[in-house]
């Protein structure tokens, strides 16, 4: 079965550091997301991306977070100057096309990032 | 704003009984996707079931059923015959055409042998 897969599993970092988190969604599916959950708290949304454009994003979504589909297949989430509060789990997730309210996610298994 | 409640942070259930997880939303749009979601200990986040908001038929997948009651806009989970595997964070989560996935702050289920 097709899968979101995310690189790298655990990331630690220096607070400052910009940090970049991979993810490479399932194959023919267009839109894309990212999402956090911070240790024994909810999982909360980030930004949703389609067509080569954010379509919408969250109010922890700052200017100090960014996402890139570079290549057609990665798609990134970059954290320019990390804080100890962006230490979450990260998971990316997509869905097919046309109308995502159809669509159930497919969620990633997560990059956990630890500032230091 | 969509908000997505559940009220219960721990449940327990003893093997092979019954448990129900509640759910409780807030929205004006009419057409709309409910969700659960299950995070076992590795943090992986694994579809158990959803619902259509248009469909008035609960869904059910296989020990998994939801009892949606649109009107109280109220999506409880139900696990029968409850394995020890079910042991989790359970998330319940909503998404309409306008928003993108939202999620509720997660039940932790124990399931006692």
């Known amino acids: 079965e097709p899968e979101v897969t995310q690189t790298p599993s655990h990331q630690v970092t220096q607070m400052g550091q910009e940090v970049i988190l991979r993810c490479v969604p399932i194959s023919n599916h267009l839109y894309f997301y990212w999402y956090r959950q911070i240790l024994g708290q909810k999982v909360e949304f980030l930004v949703s991306?389609?067509?080569?454009?954010?379509?919408?994003k969250s109010e922890i979504f700052d200017d100090q977070f960014s996402v890139e589909r570079p290549d057609g297949s990665n798609f990134t989430l970059k954290i320019r100057s990390t804080k100890l509060e962006d230490s979450a789990m990260y998971f990316c997730?997509?869905?097919?096309?046309?109308?995502?309210?159809?669509?159930?996610?497919?969620f990633g298994s997560g990059t956990q990032l630890s500032v230091l | 704003a969509q908000t997505v409640t559940q009220s219960q942070p721990e449940m327990s259930v003893q093997e092979a009984e019954t448990v129900t997880l509640s759910c409780t939303y807030d929205t004006s749009e009419s057409d709309y996707y409910l969700f659960w979601y299950k995070q076992p200990p590795s943090r992986q986040m694994i579809l158990v079931i959803r619902q259509e908001a248009y469909k008035q038929q609960n869904a059910t997948e296989n020990r998994f059923s939801v009892n949606f009651q649109k009107a109280a806009k109220s999506f409880s989970l139900k696990i029968s015959d409850s394995q020890l595997g079910d042991a989790a964070m359970y998330f319940c989560?909503?998404?309409?055409?306008?928003?993108?996935?939202?999620f509720g702050a997660g039940t932790r289920l124990t399931v006692k042998p």
């Open positions: 989560a909503y998404r309409s055409a306008i928003n993108d996935m939202r």
């Open positions: 991306f389609y067509n080569n454009e954010i379509s919408e």
């Open positions: 997730a997509s869905s097919e096309v046309s109308q995502p309210a159809n669509e159930k996610l497919f």
